[in-house]
Each structure stands twice: as structure tokens, then as C-alpha cells.
């Protein structure tokens, strides 16, 4: 209980009204998701610190491997609108069914390099509980690049 209390203190969550927002917009991503194959329709919400909310979905492919996550999705959609790293709040996904699933490993590595440690990734199913993580709780260890190796 007081861990849980100490770890809400480190997690920059956001207000019931914001949290609704993103939902709904998560939501209505979730049914442009392409799943044919899967049938398992995804969404994906992230608000950046400008207000902007940008949306993705999964958008699979017969070539299954190059099927593209909604998480991706989002951060892709929000990059081709001019944000970057560090310009990040939150990041809500919408999943269909009665279980919260998190990020995948591959999406994981994509958000560490833009959301902060700090910033809380929500994960909603259709009829199930809210479940929320730290992006340190996701992936406490992201791979870098060596400064040397940046351009
Ligand atoms: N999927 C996502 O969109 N996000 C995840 O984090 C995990 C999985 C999609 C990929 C695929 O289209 C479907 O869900 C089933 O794996």
C-alpha cells in the first residue's frame, strides 16, 4: 500500500477529464485499426505537452511481420507533426476485450526514446480495469546509443 503511494508520487498522471479525452480518442482509434488478420483492433492516444493529441492504430499486414503497432502508430503521426523526444505527457491505449494489455516489447523501445522516465503509459480495455505504468516501470533498461554514435 505505501509503495503504491510512493510510486503515484513519482507518476505525472493526468486529471479524470483528460484521462476521458483520451480514451474516447483512443477508442474511436481502435475502430480504424486494419485487423484483418488478428482481429484485434487497437488504439493509441498520446498528448504532448503542446495539447495535441495524436491517435494511432494497428495496421496489420499479410506479410505479418510488417504489421505496425498503434503505440507506433501515434509516436510515427506525432513526429510527422513536428515533435520529438521530451515533448511528450502521456500516452493512453484502448484494447478490445476484458484484460489491460501494456506495450509491446517494440513499442516499448519507441516510447522510452520519446516519453520520459516519469510519464505514465494508461492501458484501457473494452471491458475491463485501468492499468498504468511508469515508462521506467515498462522498460527499466532502454538501449541508447553512445553519445559519439549521434548525429
Ligand atoms: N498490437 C498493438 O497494436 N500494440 C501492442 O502493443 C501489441 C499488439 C497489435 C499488433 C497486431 O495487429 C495485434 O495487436 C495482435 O498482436
Redesign the pocket.
Known amino acids: 500500500m505505501i509503495g503504491i503511494m510512493v510510486m503515484n508520487l513519482f507518476m505525472k498522471t493526468i486529471s479524470e477529464s483528460l484521462f476521458d479525452t483520451l480514451f474516447e480518442a483512443a477508442k474511436g482509434a481502435s475502430g480504424n485499426a486494419y485487423?484483418p488478420y488478428?482481429r484485434?483492433p487497437?488504439g493509441a492516444a498520446l498528448l504532448a505537452d503542446s495539447g495535441d493529441i495524436y491517435i494511432g492504430c494497428?495496421v496489420?499486414n499479410a506479410s505479418f511481420g510488417l504489421?505496425n503497432?498503434?503505440?507506433r502508430a501515434a509516436i510515427f503521426s506525432a513526429v510527422a507533426d513536428g515533435c520529438g523526444p521530451g515533448d511528450f505527457q502521456t500516452l493512453v491505449?484502448y484494447t478490445p476485450g476484458d484484460v489491460s494489455?501494456p506495450?509491446?516489447g517494440a513499442?516499448r523501445q519507441v516510447l522510452s526514446e520519446f516519453l520520459s522516465a516519469e510519464s505514465v503509459v494508461y492501458s484501457v480495455s473494452e471491458f475491463g480495469k485501468t492499468r498504468k505504468w511508469t515508462m521506467a516501470e515498462l522498460l527499466p533498461d532502454s538501449f541508447i546509443l553512445p553519445e559519439k554514435e549521434r548525429v
Open positions: 485487423a488478428s484485434f487497437v494497428n496489420e504489421t503497432c498503434a503505440e491505449i494489455h506495450p509491446c513499442c
